[in-house]
């Protein structure tokens, strides 16, 4: 196996999880919170979809999904069209709502351009630096590595809102 096969299975991993916790799930559940100022279901899968989305783009050199397939219009935020949910404030939170589809058809087509990037890459790429801001500078490996546990470090927490209200 190669080491791109492994990021394309943590990440489609992250996507099983997405549908298991979007599966059935009413919009009233989407934004519940355990407690105030606590993040909801809605912005957690939204986040994790848009930071994938973000930062695949910015290492493939690509427009974002969020914006070639309109889905920032779709979902009519009051952000600017870069944000990520990084950096937000609870009240921000509280803005991320729509129905389920829309998060889930949202996720699904950022899953499949990042699989696509994913397969044109070879193990020897992992080891481009694109970002030199840090020290020591970011491989694409260790960017993608980010991006995965981010996003499962995100859903698990959906997961965990969504059994909190069963």
Known sequence: MRSIDV??????????NVHAVLDGIDEERLVWQ??????????LVWHVTRVQDAQVADVAGTEQVWRTGGWYER???PFAADATGYGHHPDDVIRVVGPPDLLLGYHDETHAATLDYLARLSDA???????????????LGVRLVSIVDDDAQHIGQAAYLRGLQL
């Open 125 to 139: 790429d992992l080891d481009r630096i694109v970002d030199t801001r840090w020290d020591p500078p970011v491989t």
């Open 75 to 77: 979902f009519a935020l």
């Open 34 to 43: 355990p407690a105030p100022g606590a993040n909801t279901i809605a912005w």
């Open 7 to 16: 990021l394309a299975d943590g990440l489609s991993r992250v996507q099983e």
